[in-house]
């Protein structure tokens, strides 16, 4: 059972960016997986600086998808890329990404705006990133239960 992930103070959109895109590897992979590939991952992807990896292209992601040091899912690279330029778009809309995120009142409400909003985020990695990022999220063992009920609202 993998340990209580680590909360940060984000300083920037390259900080929400990099927790995102763990959220978004770590989809249908283990986590130790994700995690032992994590900082080369980080390297490949410049640093989630967010800007650059918006503008990402076509060839540079048939590089990625052919690079050992990632993990080499041409959909999530994809997702990576295309999410960059979406927290973009929301932090130009909303002022900041932080309003974003701030923007509706219920845990819930928040969780289905991230999945309409992102690639490759679902349920339990919207949870994941608004937990690490410091966002109010209910105990882990209430959204658990919570889950079957709030997912008929899909």
């Not at 809309?93 to 909003?117: A, C, I, N, P, V």
């Amino acid at each position: 059972m993998p340990q209580e992930p680590y909360r940060i103070e984000p300083q920037g959109l390259d900080d929400y960016l990099d927790v995102m895109s763990k959220a978004v590897f770590q989809s249908g992979m283990s986590w130790k997986v994700v995690e032992g590939k994590w900082d080369t991952t980080r390297e490949a992807f410049h640093g989630f600086d967010v800007e650059r990896v918006a503008t990402m292209d076509e060839a540079e992601i048939d590089a990625l998808a052919n690079d050992t040091r990632v993990i080499r899912n041409r959909r999530k690279l994809h997702a990576v890329v295309s999410n960059a330029g979406r927290m973009l778009e929301l932090e130009d809309e909303h002022g900041t990404f932080r309003d974003y995120l701030r923007s509706l009142d219920e845990f819930w409400d928040t969780l289905k705006m991230l999945r309409k909003d992102f690639k490759f985020l679902g349920d339990f990695g919207g949870y994941y990133f608004l937990f690490v990022v410091g966002e109010e999220v209910p105990p882990h063992e209430e959204f658990r239960e919570q889950i079957p009920v709030a997912a008929g609202r899909r």
